[in-house]
């Protein structure tokens, strides 16, 4: 139970199914006291309030030290390293369907957890797929592709068989505390705080110079940890003597020397890759890749499915080849591959292929 509309609404479908449900209120994050962008407090009260109303036990755990030492540390050595990494992804994987479902099966005796993914699963818990969410326009599964299926097996998601706007009319209907409560945005331990000022605390910044492709200085970065591939706002760069009005786009971190390279225009060549080599790869069916696959993939959320040939390099590495040339392919962000509604898995995008 996060507080949000999404699991109070999984908790009540469970109760009308026929499960004995019980809520769970994680906390992963201490937040600072001397800022108020943490919502722990009121997410707690809400988490309450539905289980009062539900009439469902609330236990309340605390994660943030396996939080910090799985998940937190991890983000930031990547960040440290140029890549832009996605910190939901591995809080999936090592906290809500590792710490969360261990602790719910060994001390409090669960047969299942459950949560407001917008996913939904296939097959019998011995042998589960990981499908996508009825609701394309809220489909999860690209934050889940690291499960495996023994994991899925032991997992339920309710509101992935139906719509969001279902979702928030049931709560609604019940008179839930969280109806009408916002969806949560933002990295979970960075809230709504400007991320810049957030990522300073942690990591030094470098500021340097902003390059074009040709090596024409036109501008300074305050750190290239605060920029990715493909960005197109706050760079501060104006018009340019000498070159056109057309949008500059971040296309490289030259990390050795600390160079920001950008290029104008959405449809630059320089923006375009042709695929990607990517590695720490998870399958949902726990079997690596052993021959080639077409297939389709996505390399951020919300992205439309590209289709594309897996070549298997070896266990743990893949190259992608993009049936037409994409943009802004990201080092540090997850490649997920899909076979119609199911998601297969995917891993860690290491490099683009130009």
């Known amino acids: 139970m996060s507080g949000g509309v999404d699991s109070s609404v999984s908790a009540f479908i469970l109760q009308q199914q026929g499960y004995q449900v ?32 539900l009439g469902m036990k609330l236990h309340k755990i605390n994660f943030a030290a396996e939080y910090w030492d799985n998940v937190f540390e991890h983000f930031l050595s990547e960040y440290k390293a140029g890549r832009t990494p996605n910190p939901d992804i591995l809080c999936n994987k090592e906290i809500k369907f590792k710490a969360f479902l261990e602790y719910a099966a060994e001390d409090l005796g669960a047969n299942y957890i459950a949560t407001g993914h917008y996913v939904r699963r296939s097959g019998d818990d011995d042998n589960a797929q990981l499908l996508r969410g009825l609701d394309e326009n809220k489909d999860q599964s690209y934050f889940l592709y690291a499960l495996n299926k023994k994991q899925i097996g032991q997992s339920l998601f309710p509101v992935g068989e139906i719509e969001k706007p279902i979702v928030r009319k049931i709560a609604e209907d019940l008179g839930l505390a969280t109806a009408k409560k916002k969806d949560s945005t933002g990295i979970c331990f960075i809230g709504e705080r400007k991320f810049k000022d957030f990522l300073a605390r942690f990591l030094p910044a470098q500021p340097g110079e902003i390059r074009t492709v040709d090596g024409k200085v036109i501008g300074r970065h305050d750190g290239l940890m605060y920029h990715t591939l493909g960005q197109r706002k706050g760079l501060g760069i104006g018009g340019v003597k000498g070159l056109s009005e057309d949008p500059f786009y971040v296309v490289e971190k030259d990390l050795i020397n600390n160079v920001l390279v950008v290029a104008q225009g959405h449809d630059n060549s320089a923006l375009l890759s ?3 080599i990517a590695s720490q790869l998870t399958w ?9 696959l077409h297939c389709t993939v996505k390399t951020r959320y919300r992205q439309a499915d590209i289709p594309c040939e897996i070549q298997p390099l070896d266990d743990d590495t893949i190259k992608v080849i993009f049936d037409e040339p994409q943009i802004a392919v990201t080092p540090g962000q997850s490649a997920v591959f899909y076979l119609d509604e199911v998601c297969l898995g995917g891993g860690i995008i290491e490099t683009q292929i130009k």
Do not use: I
């Not at 994680?26 to 937040?31: A, F, G, S, V, Y």
């Not at 949902?284 to 080639?292: G, I, K, S, T």
């Open 284 to 292: 949902v069916d726990m079997q690596p890749l052993r021959e080639n």
């Open 274 to 276: 042709s695929g990607l």
């Open 22 to 53: 019980e809520g769970l209120f994680m906390k992963n994050w201490e937040e600072d006291d001397d800022t108020d962008y943490c919502t722990a407090a009121a997410d707690l009260a809400d988490a309450q309030a539905v289980a009062d109303k």
